[in-house]
Structure formats: structure tokens, C-alpha cells
């Protein structure tokens, strides 16, 4: 394209700018000319500072420049259908005959952003009059708008990983991406560290053999590993010189980096001394409902969907008189229910929604100017993610308010603040060769046009994830996709791609195709329950293990609504809205999320600061004095460079209290290793209680806790093996393998009108990995299912890294009299398991008071080494 028109449609897009009060940044600019230049790359920028115009128009500046190369003008300022608010109209009036065929693929991780990306995407499109049209492909589509797609894709196809692949089930997908000239990824680092990352690196692989002047753009905001995650994006070529298989080159575009974080904090006007976890933070209500008056519109972020209906239902309490201005946000409501919340948002009609991370990414809430988080986020990352949600404009402040759920979390606060000054955001770490998503990715590809096996394998090692895939391994998932492996080759319906006689790989039959495509995905959970009105109106999705725990009459809160649970019939209950307000709250299956190891970092800093006596650093810090005072006294604060041991006797037994600060999932190997390790010495079983500062261990008899026996038993020396052996690995590994069975189409979750249930997926996944694990042992499968669970559960490099800290650390060992304020929430959640919530409270009441006590009339401990 010559120099002459590529400047023509520069001018007219900075015109388009400008007419909106605008003008490109530098990083922008720097990403079209890349663009137009040939390059690939990532975009790395803060939330609200303009990534998705600086991704978007390279390929539209492209278009512009052969379109002025045929006389095309823009559409003028002067004409209605230029504005803002015409391009929805006009995408429905205008014939899609006359438009330009499909040139970029948008890819978003949630199909809740396709609408807004939609309309932003659209903008320019309409104010500069441009022959494209813009579509979005997703779960929520219409079938009727499918059908329609099939005929012609839109010029821009907005998309998620699982629906651009269902598209490569189609035989004409190769005609339909030819003309592909861009793959847009937005959130790249929410796809990164999942499966759907290699879903979408797999996807990427197969349309650059569609199109040879496809590149691909990653966008990102709050992301430490920047390399690793562009590398991931753009996969790998092979040097012309060298012949050999090298990173894909890319340029790393960053963008505005003056975005202005605020971080203040909510705190109590006293703070327990002997703080324990179980708390959701209601007790610093009031001062919530009044940081919420404070603003305009304001987003209540929570970490689970039951939070999210608890606090909801607590700030409608207390102010009732904001019914109809405020609403709850979580990933199981109904599609439309989250749309009249979203779409309240934009207008500013709602003055608060209380949600989880649903609403973490990509949409532009503009008229929200407060942010809120209840409890501690774990990282950094996410923390600023969330904050990003208000002030989502280039130039504008963006606040976030810390409400702490127990006074620990004070800590986290100050920490929070202290590394995201410093910049220290969390990396993710991508999936190294998931079988499970080859297999599936195999029979996507044989669904469609077919593939030949040595062409394909090159294709497959092309991408990051696969990069050390070896022939064998590549041999063994076809066979697998062919047979279903040795133990299941008798049975046919496992043999879901054949051979042609010219060596095609294609799929076997009509019904494997149909059942491939209602299957496809990497998204696995518990069985839903669709959630409706006995009059039809649908609330949602609760997991089966909830609603299989209800009787007819019950009541429960969900979608903020109390309801009495009607009848379940058909993988549906049937609700009307109860007459009491109280009832259950669901509960969805998860995982905690651990202390980031920045986060941690960053919280063992705060404790030296402590320790140095630097109280003034942060007022949280200021608040937590109280606590660590009494740490102090009874024990010792844990410093930087330090590990800190306390060793309790009383009635209980033999407690062991550990300090390493590396994460909830790190000390659950760590402990359970310690306590493996222990055991070999003398037949002894200990109770293990983690959270994400420590560990203990209690024993009902006296065991080896001299300081040189501890420093042996955490040497990092046969680590996986030891580590394996001190856990239940077997059931770990059963675990992780369902998911990894239905992943590679094992298991087929059934079809429509007849889902299959939690418990006959469950007996169905065991089945098979009994199979393989008596007939089969090196089945590949299992080798994977294993990895998963020291690498993904048990976090087995952060766990192995902690250990060689611990080593170069200097041990501390105390003996106390009493637990102490960083021992007591371990011994509550040790306690938490065997007794009621109500028992519970009773009982720590009657602890706290008896350690409160002491610690006002208790002189200093006598402390000894070891």
C-alpha cells in the first residue's frame, strides 16, 4: 500500500478522533504503524487507558488505505448515521452482500463483554462509513443469527475460544478465514494460565494455515510475565538459518503507564488481638452503605457468588429505600438478569451492584466512580484489575476501598498498596502440554476439513504449549482419538476419527460430529440446576450439590430473592418467591484463592517494617499494632529473612506452628510433607491446619521438634516423591482426572433435554481411571492427571522455591505458654471442622476473652532457643 494513502488514512482517523475531543497516544500510534508494518506483538497498558482502539484500528487503517486507493471518502461529520448511537441501526439495515468479508477475529474470554466490545468496535466503523460489518458469535447468539453467520461472517467476528472452535468444525471453515488479516485476543492474561489459553493457541495455529498474512495481537492490562505471555500468543516458527523451531518475533507495545491507583482501606475502630478467619466483613457495614453514598455509582466486589448474595441481601437491609437502584452480579444468574444489571450500570441508573470477579474485566462502566472490595484479593493483579472498573477513561483516577474480613487482612491492605507502587504484578503461568485439549482439538480439526498427521504435528508444535510435543506423544493422542486408547479399542463408540485411504484424518461418523460440538469446551463444573419461577420466568443456575440437598418447601436466597423451592423435575427446579426472608444460601464449588507469592512478599515486608518499629508506614500497618505487639511479647514478629516456629504443649497435645508466608496451597504440601517426613522417625498421625501465613501440626504424643530435626525434615530432596506419598495422591489424581476426562471426550455430558447427572459423571470418570490405572498404568492421561496436581493443586515450583528460601533463612524457634495472635486463626480453622458454626462462635468467644486476659496481665514470655 502506497505511503500516500496509508497517510490519507491516518488523517481521517485522527479526524474521527478529533471529533470526539480526542487524540491518539504515542503507544497507540506505534501499534498501528507495527500493524501496517506486518508485525504481531502484545499490548501491555493499564485498564481504561485505550488498548482496544489501539489493537482495532491497525486492521481498520489498513482497510482505509486500499479504500482510498479506490476513491472511497468517509462519511461526514454532518451525517446522522456518523454518531455514536447509529451503529446498532445501521448494522441491521445495511445488506451484508455489499460488505467486506471477515478480516479480523475478536477473541474475548467472557461472551458477557461480546455485546460491549460489540458496540465499541462499531463506533468508528459507522462515524467513518466503512463497508464492514460487525458480529458477535457466542453462547448467548440467537440460532437464528448462527444460521444467518453461516451464510456470510461478519467483516468482524467478536468471539470466545470455545465458539471460534466450533467453527473449525465446519468444512468450509477453511474458505470462510481466508481472508482473516487479524486475531485480536482481549484479556489475553485471563486466557493465558487455562486450558481455553491452549484451546485459543491451538485455534490460532489452525487459522494461520487458513490465511498466511493472518498476525495476531494480544491485549492486556496488570500482567508480570510479559515475554512469556507474547510468546505464548504468537507461538513459534522456524529459523530460516538455523532450521530450527524459535519464538514467533513480536514487538511488546507499552502503553500509558501514569494510570493513578487509589488504595485506601475500611478499618474497625478496635481490632481484635486474636483475629480468625470465617468472617465476611458485615461487622464494617455501616461505613460500606456510607462510602457508597459518597458516590455516584459504585461496584461491591466479593470473592464468592454466596457473598455476593450476603452482602446484597445486608445492604438492601439497611437500606431498603434504595430497592430498584441496587443489584448482585455473579456468573450463575440468568443472561438477562446480568444484562438489565449491566446495562443499568452504563446509564447510571443503579447506584450500587454487589458482585464477584463477573464483572472483573473489559466493560466500560463509566458512570462508576467507587469501587469496593470485601476481603483480601490474594494478589496484586486482581486487586487492580477490579480498581480499573472505576475511572475506565485515558486520564481518569481509578479507587478502590479494602474492606478487611478479619484484621490479618490488614496486613494485605498495606502490602497490596506497597507492590502495586512498586509495580510487582503476578505473572501467569501458561499450561505445558494438556493431552487432554490436543485430544479434543484433534477431533475439532477432524470434524472439519480433516488433517494429514505429519503436516499437523508441525502445526501442533507450532504453538508454545506443545513446543517439546515429541512424535510418540503426538502418536499416542491419535491413537487415542482413533481407539480410545488400548483398553477401550473393542468398544466403538470411542472411535471417533478414522483414516481415508489417501491418509486424511476425518471424523467417523455424523453422531461423533453432533456429539463433538454439544461437548466442546474446557470449561468443567458441577452439573447446573436451572433455577425458574413455577410461571416460567428463569432466575439462574445453582450446582446440583446444593439443590439435591433440599427438600420441597425449603427455602433459600438466591438471585437476592428468598424463595421456597416448588418442585425438581428435569434438571430444573421450580421456585415461587417464599414468604420469609431467610433460607439458605448456595454454595458453588471452588477453590480459595492463595496469597500470591507478591503478595506475600510484600506482607513479610510490612512485618519488618513492624518489627523495625515503623508504624507510620500505612495506617493499616498503624492498626495492626495492637496485634503484633502482642506477637511480640508472647513469641516474635517474623522478619524478612527469618522463619518463625512456635512450639505450644497443652492439653490438645503437641502443637507445631509454622510461619513460611507463602500461600494456603504451598502450606498444605509443606505441612503435609512435615508431617510425612515425621512420621518415618516414629509411628505417630498428626491434624494439619494451613491458611495462607502458616501451618500447624498437632500431635496427641511428644514427637522430635528439635530445630536441627526440623531444618532435615524440610530439605527440598525428594521432593515430588515425598510430597506424593504424604498426600492422598491416588485421590488427587481421580480428581483432576474427570475434568481431563471430559476434556478429551471420554465423557460426554449428555445431550440436550437429557443432561447427565453430578454423580453419574463422577462414577463415570472413576470407572475409567480404575480401568487405566489396572490395565493401562502409563496411559498418558494419567501422567497428565498426576502433573495437574503437583503443578496446578499443590503448586509443586512455589512450594520447592519456599523450601530453598526456608533453607538460607534464619530459623526461630519459640516455646509459649499460649497461642499466639498469628497461631490462633490456624487453631480455629482446626477446630472449624468438627463442630457447628454456632459451637464455633461459643467457643472462640470463651478463647478469645481467656487470651485477651493474658495478654493485658501476662509479662513478657520467657523465651528459649532450641
Same mark, same amino acid.
Given at each position: 500500500?502506497?505511503?500516500?494513502?496509508?497517510?490519507?488514512?491516518?488523517?481521517?482517523?485522527?479526524?474521527?478522533?478529533?471529533?470526539?475531543?480526542?487524540?491518539?497516544?504515542?503507544?497507540?500510534?506505534?501499534?498501528?504503524?507495527?500493524?501496517?508494518?506486518?508485525?504481531?506483538?502484545?499490548?501491555?497498558?493499564?485498564?481504561?487507558?485505550?488498548?482496544?482502539?489501539?489493537?482495532?484500528?491497525?486492521?481498520?487503517?489498513?482497510?482505509?488505505?486500499?479504500?482510498?486507493?479506490?476513491?472511497?471518502?468517509?462519511?461526514?461529520?454532518?451525517?446522522?448515521?456518523?454518531?455514536?448511537?447509529?451503529?446498532?441501526?445501521?448494522?441491521?439495515?445495511?445488506?451484508?452482500?455489499?460488505?467486506?468479508?471477515?478480516?479480523?477475529?475478536?477473541?474475548?474470554?467472557?461472551?458477557?463483554?461480546?455485546?460491549?466490545?460489540?458496540?465499541?468496535?462499531?463506533?468508528?466503523?459507522?462515524?467513518?462509513?466503512?463497508?464492514?460489518?460487525?458480529?458477535?458469535?457466542?453462547?448467548?447468539? %440467537?440460532?437464528?443469527?448462527?444460521?444467518? =453467520?453461516?451464510?456470510?461472517?461478519?467483516?468482524?467476528?467478536?468471539?470466545?475460544? $470455545?465458539?471460534? #472452535?466450533?467453527?473449525?468444525?465446519?468444512? $468450509?471453515?477453511?474458505?470462510?478465514?481466508?481472508?482473516?488479516?487479524?486475531?485480536? #485476543?482481549?484479556?489475553?492474561?485471563?486466557?493465558?494460565?487455562?486450558?481455553?489459553?491452549?484451546?485459543?493457541?491451538?485455534?490460532?495455529?489452525?487459522?494461520?494455515?487458513?490465511?498466511?498474512?493472518? @498476525?495476531?495481537?494480544?491485549?492486556?492490562?496488570?500482567?508480570?510475565?510479559?515475554?512469556?505471555?507474547?510468546?505464548?500468543?504468537?507461538?513459534?516458527?522456524?529459523?530460516?538459518?538455523?532450521?530450527?523451531?524459535?519464538?514467533?518475533?513480536?514487538?511488546?507495545?507499552?502503553?500509558?503507564?501514569?494510570?493513578?491507583?487509589?488504595?485506601?482501606?475500611?478499618?474497625?475502630?478496635?481490632? +481484635?488481638?486474636?483475629?480468625?478467619?470465617?468472617?465476611?466483613?458485615?461487622?464494617?457495614?455501616?461505613?460500606?452503605?456510607?462510602?457508597? $453514598?459518597?458516590?455516584?455509582? !459504585?461496584?461491591?466486589?466479593?470473592?464468592? @457468588?454466596?457473598?455476593?448474595?450476603?452482602? *446484597? =441481601?445486608?445492604?438492601?437491609?439497611?437500606?431498603?429505600?434504595?430497592?430498584?437502584?441496587?443489584?448482585?452480579?455473579?456468573?450463575?444468574?440468568?443472561?438477562?438478569?446480568?444484562?438489565?444489571?449491566?446495562?443499568?450500570?452504563?446509564?447510571?441508573?443503579?447506584? #450500587?451492584?454487589?458482585?464477584?470477579?463477573?464483572?472483573?474485566?473489559?466493560?466500560?462502566?463509566?458512570?462508576?466512580?467507587?469501587?469496593?472490595?470485601?476481603?483480601?484479593?490474594?494478589?496484586?493483579?486482581?486487586?487492580?484489575?477490579? !480498581?480499573?472498573?472505576?475511572?475506565?477513561?485515558?486520564? !481518569?483516577?481509578?479507587?478502590?476501598?479494602?474492606?478487611?474480613?478479619?484484621?490479618? $487482612?490488614?496486613?494485605?491492605?498495606?502490602?497490596?498498596?506497597?507492590?502495586?507502587?512498586?509495580?510487582?504484578?503476578?505473572?501467569?503461568?501458561?499450561?505445558?502440554?494438556?493431552?487432554?485439549?490436543?485430544?479434543?482439538?484433534?477431533?475439532?480439526?477432524? #470434524?472439519?476439513?480433516?488433517?494429514?498427521?505429519?503436516?499437523?504435528?508441525?502445526?501442533?508444535?507450532?504453538?508454545?504449549?506443545?513446543?517439546?510435543?515429541?512424535?510418540?506423544?503426538?502418536?499416542?493422542?491419535?491413537?487415542?482419538?482413533?481407539?480410545?486408547?488400548?483398553?477401550?479399542?473393542?468398544?466403538?463408540?470411542? =472411535?471417533?476419527?478414522?483414516?481415508?485411504?489417501?491418509?486424511?484424518?476425518?471424523?467417523?461418523?455424523?453422531?461423533?460430529?453432533?456429539?463433538?460440538?454439544?461437548?466442546?469446551?474446557?470449561?468443567?463444573?458441577?452439573?447446573?440446576?436451572?433455577? &425458574?419461577?413455577?410461571?416460567?420466568?428463569?432466575?439462574? %443456575?445453582?450446582?446440583?450439590?446444593?439443590?439435591?440437598?433440599?427438600?420441597?418447601?425449603?427455602?433459600?436466597?438466591?438471585?437476592?430473592?428468598?424463595?421456597?423451592?416448588?418442585?425438581?423435575?428435569?434438571?430444573?427446579?421450580?421456585?415461587?418467591?417464599?414468604?420469609?426472608?431467610?433460607?439458605?444460601?448456595?454454595?458453588?464449588?471452588?477453590?480459595?484463592?492463595?496469597? %500470591?507469592?507478591?503478595?506475600?512478599?510484600?506482607?513479610?515486608?510490612?512485618?519488618?517494617?513492624?518489627?523495625?518499629?515503623?508504624?507510620?508506614?500505612?495506617?493499616?500497618?498503624?492498626?495492626?499494632?495492637?496485634?503484633?505487639?502482642?506477637?511480640?511479647?508472647?513469641?516474635?514478629?517474623?522478619?524478612?529473612?527469618?522463619?518463625?516456629?512456635?512450639?505450644?504443649?497443652?492439653?490438645?497435645?503437641?502443637?507445631?506452628?509454622?510461619?513460611?508466608?507463602?500461600?494456603?496451597?504451598?502450606?498444605?504440601?509443606?505441612?503435609?510433607?512435615?508431617?510425612?517426613?515425621?512420621?518415618?522417625? =516414629?509411628?505417630?498421625?498428626?491434624?494439619?491446619?494451613?491458611?495462607? *501465613?502458616?501451618?500447624?501440626?498437632?500431635?496427641?504424643?511428644?514427637?522430635?521438634?528439635?530445630?536441627?530435626?526440623?531444618?532435615?525434615? /524440610?530439605?527440598?530432596?525428594?521432593?515430588?516423591?515425598?510430597?506424593?506419598? %504424604?498426600?492422598?495422591?491416588?485421590?488427587?489424581?481421580?480428581?483432576?482426572?474427570?475434568?481431563?476426562? &471430559?476434556?478429551?471426550?471420554?465423557?460426554?455430558?449428555?445431550?440436550?433435554?437429557?443432561?447427565?447427572?453430578?454423580?453419574?459423571?463422577?462414577?463415570?470418570?472413576?470407572?475409567?481411571?480404575?480401568?487405566?490405572?489396572?490395565?493401562?498404568?502409563?496411559?498418558?492421561?494419567?501422567?497428565?492427571?498426576?502433573?495437574?496436581?503437583?503443578?496446578?493443586?499443590?503448586?509443586?515450583?512455589?512450594?520447592?522455591?519456599?523450601?530453598? &528460601?526456608?533453607?538460607?533463612?534464619?530459623?526461630?524457634? @519459640?516455646?509459649?505458654?499460649?497461642?499466639?495472635?498469628?497461631?490462633?486463626? /490456624?487453631?480455629?480453622?482446626?477446630?472449624?471442622?468438627?463442630?457447628?458454626? +454456632?459451637?464455633?462462635?461459643?467457643?472462640?468467644?470463651?478463647?478469645?476473652?481467656?487470651?485477651?486476659?493474658?495478654?493485658?496481665?501476662?509479662?513478657?514470655?520467657?523465651?528459649?532457643?532450641?
Amino acid at each position: 500500500m502506497s505511503d500516500a494513502a496509508s497517510a490519507t488514512a491516518i488523517g481521517w482517523m485522527e479526524a474521527w478522533f478529533a471529533r470526539h475531543g480526542w487524540s491518539p497516544f504515542p503507544f497507540q500510534r506505534e501499534v498501528w504503524a507495527a500493524f501496517g508494518a506486518g508485525e504481531s506483538g502484545l499490548i501491555h497498558s493499564a485498564t481504561g487507558t485505550g488498548k482496544t482502539y489501539a489493537a482495532f484500528l491497525g486492521p481498520v487503517l489498513e482497510s482505509l488505505a486500499e479504500l482510498a486507493a479506490t476513491g472511497f471518502q468517509p462519511r461526514s461529520p454532518e451525517d446522522p448515521e456518523s454518531t455514536e448511537s447509529a451503529p446498532r441501526k445501521r448494522s441491521r439495515r445495511k445488506s451484508t452482500a455489499s460488505a467486506e468479508p471477515l478480516r479480523v477475529v475478536w477473541l474475548t474470554p467472557l461472551r458477557a463483554l461480546a455485546a460491549d466490545t460489540q458496540q465499541a468496535l462499531e463506533a468508528p466503523i459507522a462515524g467513518l462509513g466503512m463497508p464492514w460489518t460487525i458480529g458477535a458469535r457466542t453462547g448467548d447468539t %440467537s440460532s437464528s443469527l448462527k444460521s444467518r =453467520q453461516l451464510e456470510r461472517l461478519p467483516t468482524v467476528l467478536v468471539t470466545t475460544p $470455545e465458539s471460534l #472452535c466450533l467453527l473449525l468444525t465446519r468444512p $468450509e471453515a477453511r474458505q470462510w478465514f481466508a481472508s482473516l488479516r487479524a486475531v485480536i #485476543c482481549d484479556e489475553w492474561h485471563e486466557l493465558l494460565a487455562s486450558k481455553r489459553g491452549v484451546q485459543a493457541e491451538l485455534a490460532l495455529a489452525r487459522l494461520r494455515q487458513f490465511s498466511p498474512q493472518l @498476525r495476531t495481537w494480544g491485549v492486556s492490562a496488570t500482567l508480570g510475565n510479559l515475554e512469556t505471555a507474547m510468546h505464548t500468543l504468537l507461538g513459534r516458527i522456524i529459523d530460516a538459518t538455523t532450521g530450527e523451531e524459535v519464538p514467533r518475533p513480536g514487538r511488546m507495545v507499552r502503553g500509558a503507564a501514569d494510570k493513578i491507583t487509589r488504595i485506601d482501606s475500611i478499618l474497625p475502630k478496635t481490632i +481484635e488481638r486474636f483475629p480468625w478467619s470465617g468472617h465476611i466483613g458485615l461487622t464494617l457495614l455501616k461505613p460500606v452503605v456510607e462510602t457508597i $453514598e459518597q458516590g455516584q455509582s !459504585a461496584l461491591v466486589f466479593t470473592n464468592t @457468588r454466596a457473598q455476593t448474595e450476603i452482602w *446484597y =441481601q445486608a445492604i438492601l437491609d439497611t437500606r431498603p429505600d434504595w430497592a430498584g437502584q441496587i443489584a448482585l452480579h455473579h456468573g450463575s444468574l440468568d443472561r438477562k438478569v446480568r444484562d438489565w444489571v449491566e446495562n443499568g450500570l452504563r446509564d447510571g441508573s443503579l447506584r #450500587c451492584v454487589v458482585c464477584t470477579s463477573s464483572l472483573d474485566l473489559g466493560v466500560d462502566f463509566s458512570p462508576v466512580d467507587q469501587v469496593v472490595q470485601i476481603g483480601s484479593p490474594k494478589g496484586v493483579a486482581r486487586l487492580l484489575q477490579r !480498581a480499573g472498573r472505576s475511572g475506565h477513561q485515558p486520564g !481518569a483516577v481509578s479507587r478502590i476501598t479494602f474492606v478487611p474480613t478479619n484484621a490479618l $487482612e490488614c496486613l494485605e491492605i498495606a502490602a497490596t498498596r506497597q507492590a502495586a507502587a512498586a509495580g510487582k504484578i503476578e505473572g501467569r503461568i501458561p499450561f505445558d502440554q494438556p493431552l487432554d485439549v490436543l485430544a479434543q482439538h484433534l477431533v475439532t480439526v477432524a #470434524c472439519g476439513e480433516g488433517f494429514f498427521a505429519p503436516e499437523f504435528f508441525a502445526e501442533i508444535r507450532s504453538t508454545h504449549a506443545y513446543r517439546d510435543l515429541s512424535a510418540d506423544e503426538f502418536e499416542w493422542v491419535l491413537d487415542f482419538a482413533m481407539r480410545g486408547g488400548e483398553p477401550l479399542r473393542a468398544y466403538p463408540e470411542f =472411535q471417533r476419527i478414522t483414516r481415508d485411504s489417501e491418509g486424511r484424518y476425518t471424523v467417523a461418523s455424523d453422531g461423533v460430529r453432533r456429539r463433538h460440538r454439544l461437548s466442546l469446551g474446557t470449561i468443567v463444573g458441577d452439573s447446573a440446576i436451572l433455577v &425458574r419461577y413455577l410461571t416460567g420466568g428463569k432466575l439462574g %443456575s445453582i450446582e446440583e450439590s446444593f439443590i439435591s440437598r433440599l427438600k420441597v418447601g425449603d427455602r433459600f436466597i438466591f438471585a437476592g430473592k428468598p424463595l421456597e423451592l416448588a418442585k425438581l423435575q428435569d434438571a430444573t427446579a421450580f421456585v415461587r418467591k417464599a414468604k420469609k426472608s431467610d433460607g439458605a444460601i448456595p454454595r458453588w464449588t471452588g477453590s480459595r484463592m492463595p496469597l %500470591s507469592t507478591e503478595l506475600a512478599d510484600a506482607v513479610r515486608d510490612q512485618l519488618q517494617q513492624a518489627k523495625l518499629g515503623k508504624w507510620s508506614s500505612s495506617v493499616e500497618l498503624q492498626a495492626m499494632r495492637p496485634i503484633l505487639d502482642v506477637q511480640s511479647r508472647w513469641s516474635s514478629i517474623p522478619s524478612e529473612g527469618e522463619f518463625l516456629i512456635e512450639r505450644l504443649r497443652n492439653r490438645e497435645g503437641w502443637h507445631l506452628f509454622a510461619y513460611p508466608f507463602a500461600g494456603r496451597l504451598v502450606h498444605e504440601g509443606l505441612a503435609s510433607l512435615l508431617a510425612y517426613r515425621l512420621s518415618q522417625l =516414629q509411628p505417630i498421625s498428626f491434624t494439619i491446619a494451613i491458611n495462607d *501465613y502458616g501451618m500447624e501440626l498437632l500431635a496427641p504424643q511428644a514427637f522430635d521438634w528439635r530445630l536441627e530435626t526440623l531444618q532435615q525434615m /524440610l530439605q527440598p530432596v525428594r521432593l515430588a516423591d515425598d510430597i506424593l506419598a %504424604s498426600l492422598n495422591a491416588g485421590e488427587m489424581a481421580k480428581r483432576a482426572f474427570r475434568e481431563i476426562a &471430559r476434556v478429551a471426550g471420554l465423557i460426554v455430558p449428555g445431550m440436550p433435554g437429557s443432561p447427565k447427572s453430578t454423580k453419574q459423571l463422577q462414577a463415570s470418570s472413576s470407572l475409567f481411571f480404575q480401568v487405566f490405572v489396572e490395565h493401562d498404568p502409563e496411559n498418558l492421561l494419567l501422567h497428565q492427571a498426576r502433573r495437574e496436581v503437583l503443578e496446578r493443586q499443590l503448586e509443586f515450583v512455589r512450594l520447592r522455591d519456599t523450601l530453598q &528460601r526456608l533453607q538460607s533463612s534464619e530459623w526461630t524457634i @519459640r516455646d509459649v505458654e499460649r497461642p499466639t495472635p498469628l497461631a490462633f486463626p /490456624l487453631l480455629v480453622d482446626r477446630i472449624r471442622e468438627g463442630i457447628s458454626s +454456632e459451637k464455633l462462635a461459643d467457643r472462640v468467644r470463651r478463647m478469645t476473652l481467656e487470651l485477651e486476659r493474658a495478654a493485658d496481665n501476662v509479662p513478657t514470655n520467657a523465651l528459649r532457643r532450641s
